[in-house]
C-alpha cells in the first residue's frame, strides 16, 4: 500500500494556498478523465492498468519461458521511456549485486541508453561467450541511440550463432505500423510486440514495453498489474479528494513550487530505489520541464548522498523540498550483533535491525532538514514487492498527469528534447539535414 504524509509542508505553506491547489488538482484530475486537455492523444496509460489483455500477458510469459532455457543474458536496447521503467522495476525488485548471483532467469544487460564507444565495446567483450538474446523497444523505430546499438549487437549475435537463429532471439517492441524497427522486425521476421499509440514512451513501463523484459527477468509482472490496477481504483474520480493520493502530492509539489521551491529531491534510504528516482526524473522532467516553467527533479539516496549532499542540503539555498520514498518493511532480516569488547561502541545498537536503524536515520534527517528549511513530503511503501512497485509507478503517473495539468503545459509532449538532434544530425551530416549542417558549420567556424 501507498501512504502519503503531508504534514510537513504545513510549517512552510499556508493551508490556504494547499486548499486551492487541492481544487485546482481535482479539476485536472477531471479533464484526465475526461480526455479534454492538452496532449489528450496520449492519455492510454490513464486506464491501462485495467485494459491489459491476458493474451499480451500470456504471450510474453510464454516468451520468457523460452528464452529462461535458451539465453543466459538478455540486452534490452532503448532509452528514456523504453528503458528506465525497466531498469527502475528490476532493480527495486532484484538482488543488489545481480551480476555475482546464480539466477534462474536470464540476466539483464543494458544497451543504447548511451553512445559510449568503450560501453559497448566492453559490451561485446562480455557477450563473446554467452547464449544472448535482444529485446530491441522504440516506439518511434527511429531513435539513433538504440539504433546504432541495435544494428552492432544483431551483426555481433548474427555472427555467430546465424542469421536464421538470431532472428529467433530478437524481439522487438515498437509501434504497430510506422517507423524503421517496425519494417525491420515485419523483414526480418522477428517476434515483436505493439506499444499503443496513445501511450507515450515515459508512461509505457506497463506495456510489452516494460513487461516483457521483466518478465524475461523473472519479475511477476501480473502482481505488477494488479498493484496498478488497485491504485487507478485509490486515485480515480471517484475517490474523495483527501482520499486519493495522487490529487494529495500533485497539490503539495505545486503548492510548494508556488512557495518559490523549485526543486524537488526524491529521497530513498535504500538502493534499490536509485533507479526508481531515474525513472522519475524522467517522467516529471520531461513531462512539465517546459515553457519556461516546472519543478526541477532531481534525487538523492541516503545515507550515501548525506555525506556528500547534507551540508548542502542542510544549509544551502533553501530552494528545495525533499519528497522522501519510505519502505517499511525490508525482503531480509538482519541485526547489529553484540561484541563483547565493543571497541567499536556500537554496543548500544546490539540486537537492532539494520531497518531500525535506517528508520532512526530517516526520522533524524527529515527532523534536521525540516528545522533546516526543507519542507518534508513522505510517501510510504509497504515493502519492495511487486505488487507495491506496480502502485507506487501508476501512483507517480496519475500525480504527473495532474500535476502538468495544473501547471498549464502539455504533459505529454516532449518538444525540447529535438534540439540536440537536430544538431546532431547535422553534425553527422545525416541526409535532409544539409541546411541545418551549413547553418552549424558556418556557426562553429565564426566562432
Ligand atoms: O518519454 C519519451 O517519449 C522519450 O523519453 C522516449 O521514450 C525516448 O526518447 C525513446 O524514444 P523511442 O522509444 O521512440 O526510441
Same mark, same amino acid.
Do not use: F, H
Given at each position: 500500500m501507498i501512504s502519503i504524509d503531508l504534514k510537513n509542508i504545513f510549517p512552510f505553506v499556508d493551508k490556504k494556498n494547499f486548499s486551492t491547489n487541492m481544487i485546482s488538482a481535482g479539476e485536472s484530475l477531471d479533464v484526465l478523465h475526461k480526455g479534454s486537455g492538452k496532449g489528450n492523444d496520449f492519455l492510454g496509460w490513464v486506464d491501462l492498468p485495467g485494459n491489459i489483455e491476458q493474451d499480451i500477458i500470456d504471450n510474453i510469459k510464454s516468451v520468457s519461458l523460452e528464452f529462461r532455457d535458451n539465453v543466459e543474458l538478455v540486452v534490452v536496447i532503448g532509452i528514456g521511456g523504453s528503458y528506465l521503467g525497466t531498469k527502475a522495476v528490476e532493480t527495486a525488485l532484484g538482488h543488489n549485486f545481480p551480476g555475482l548471483i546464480k539466477k534462474e532467469h536470464p540476466r539483464l544487460l543494458y544497451a543504447g541508453q548511451n553512445l559510449s564507444e568503450d560501453y559497448l565495446y566492453d559490451l561485446q567483450e562480455v557477450l563473446e561467450n554467452k547464449e544472448f538474446g535482444i529485446v530491441i523497444i522504440s516506439k518511434s523505430g527511429t531513435t539513433t541511440e538504440p539504433a546504432v546499438a541495435f544494428r552492432i549487437l544483431k551483426q555481433q549475435l548474427e555472427n555467430k550463432i546465424g542469421k536464421v537463429a538470431a532472428a529467433k532471439r530478437i524481439i522487438a517492441v515498437t509501434d504497430s505500423s510506422k517507423g524503421a524497427l517496425r519494417k525491420m522486425a515485419d523483414e526480418e521476421e522477428y517476434r515483436s510486440f505493439i506499444i499503443p499509440d496513445d501511450v507515450g514512451g515515459r508512461f509505457? =513501463?506497463?506495456?510489452? =514495453?516494460?513487461?516483457l523484459p521483466l518478465a524475461l527477468a523473472g519479475i511477476d509482472i501480473e502482481a505488477l498489474v494488479k498493484g496498478s490496477r488497485d491504485m487507478a481504483g485509490q486515485t480515480s474520480i471517484k475517490i474523495a479528494p483527501d482520499n486519493n493520493p495522487a490529487l494529495l502530492y500533485a497539490a503539495a509539489r505545486n503548492t510548494l513550487y508556488g512557495s518559490g521551491k523549485l526543486i524537488e529531491l526524491l529521497v530513498n534510504f535504500e538502493p534499490a530505489l536509485h533507479f526508481m528516482a531515474e525513472w522519475w526524473k524522467q517522467l516529471y522532467g520531461e513531462s512539465e520541464g517546459k515553457e519556461g516553467k516546472g519543478i526541477y527533479p532531481a534525487s538523492v539516496d541516503f545515507t550515501t548522498d548525506l555525506h556528500s549532499m547534507g551540508q548542502y542540503l542542510q544549509e544551502g539555498k533553501r530552494h528545495m523540498f525533499e519528497t522522501v520514498l519510505s =519502505?517499511?518493511?525490508?525482503k531480509n532480516k538482519l541485526s547489529v550483533p553484540k561484541d563483547k569488547r565493543n571497541l567499536d561502541g556500537l554496543n548500544y545498537i546490539a540486537g537492532k535491525s539494520l531497518t531500525e536503524v535506517n528508520s532512526m536515520a530517516e526520522l533524524g534527517t527529515m527532523l534536521a532538514h525540516i528545522e533546516g528549511g526543507v519542507p518534508n513530503i513522505k510517501i510510504g511503501i509497504d515493502k519492495l514487492d511487486a505488487y507495491n512497485i506496480g502502485q507506487l509507478l501508476y501512483f507517480f503517473e496519475k500525480a504527473c498527469g495532474i500535476s502538468g495539468y495544473m501547471l498549464g503545459v502539455n504533459p505529454f509532449d516532449q518538444p525540447g528534447v529535438e534540439a540536440y538532434k537536430k544538431n546532431m544530425f547535422a553534425l553527422l551530416g545525416k541526409p535532409g539535414f544539409e541546411k541545418e549542417t551549413d547553418k552549424i558549420r558556418k556557426e562553429l567556424h565564426a566562432e
Open positions: 509505457s =513501463v506497463l506495456t510489452p =514495453v516494460g513487461l =519502505v517499511k518493511e525490508s
